[in-house]
């Protein structure tokens, strides 16, 4: 009996010491809760934050610190889009908008079908459209380009071009195309363009029809 008591001794002691231990814990908890005031009714609580309040949090943090309602975010985003296409660089007459819809070529060059694909310069800069996968002789793109027109430019250059695998690209029309007078009025030009370059057919001397760009042609607006 003696060795039972014995060995359950050092247990119950263990324990009294724990117990003093957690004792002196929860004293020093509440000294320093003392200490620092009062905490918040959910200190050391696990919130599960309901589906409403997720929401109010994303759009939250959509909006810029400084701005209390989300509707002035797509007012913000409007006047900046606004600000850029108003604003041009210097030595800058306007904005020109061309339509390039398509073109119409005597024959196919190549022994397989055509991606023909085109590339307008204004000025100094230079646009492509996409390629025409297999447009052969009638290559559609419906490519709109919208460009600054520098001072003194009263022209654009066009140029179409067969796409090659395993070559070079090789250009097989071109055309420089005036400016109309009626464009800088504010007025819509729709009308077809004639090319040159390889379309033209040797055996009967004749033309290709011409290149058209928009609907029915060639669409140039000055903004």
Sequence with gaps: MASVLSSTKPIRTIAAERRKKYQFLLVAFYDANGFLGQLPVDFLRITVPSSISLQR???????????????????????????????????????????????????????????????????????????????????KWNRIINAYLPYGVESFYLQVFDEKAFTADECIAWAHIIIPNAVFGDEIIDDWYQLSGQQFNRQCGKKAPPLKLNDRAVELHIA
């Design 57 to 139: 949090q994303q759009q939250q943090s959509t909006v810029p610190f400084y701005v209390g309602d989300p509707n002035l975010v797509a007012q913000q985003a409007l006047l900046q889009a606004q600000r850029f296409y108003s604003s041009a660089p210097p030595n800058t007459r306007g904005r020109i908008s061309i339509t390039v819809v398509e073109a119409k070529l005597v024959k196919n060059y190549g022994l397989v079908r055509m991606d023909p694909y085109c590339c307008v310069r204004v000025g100094n800069a230079i646009f492509e459209t996409q390629r025409n996968i297999n447009g052969g002789k009638t290559p």
